[in-house]
């Protein structure tokens, strides 16, 4: 989906990278783009358009919500330490 081409093998893509992190930040729940919404994970393209159409916004989003990442990440984590 990425118009760059990684010119280092080992280098992760830059747009599956903002991706990602957008899936794991949860950011598609309240994403302005309704398919991200509806499968709860960010579509893509160039980059997540809400981190680049609105890159402060996004920005602002995630250093206020992240005591709630880390709360939600840790007890994930714990869980699945439990599990094994």
């Not at 990684?6 to 729940?29: K, Y």
């Not at 893509?44 to 890159?55: K, L, Q, R, T, V």
């Not at 916004?57 to 439990?82: I, L, N």
Request: hydrophobic share 25%; net charge neutral.
């Amino acid at each position: 989906m990425s118009r760059a081409v990684s010119s280092e093998p080992e280098f992760p893509d830059c747009d599956d990278t903002l991706r990602r992190l957008a899936n794991v930040l949860q950011i598609p729940l309240t994403c302005r783009r309704q398919r991200c919404r509806r499968g709860g994970q960010c579509e893509g393209g160039y980059g997540p358009p809400c981190y680049f159409e609105n890159h402060r916004d996004f920005v602002a989003g995630v250093r206020e919500q992240m005591p709630e990442y880390r709360d939600y990440w840790s007890t994930k984590r714990q869980e699945m330490q439990e599990g094994l």
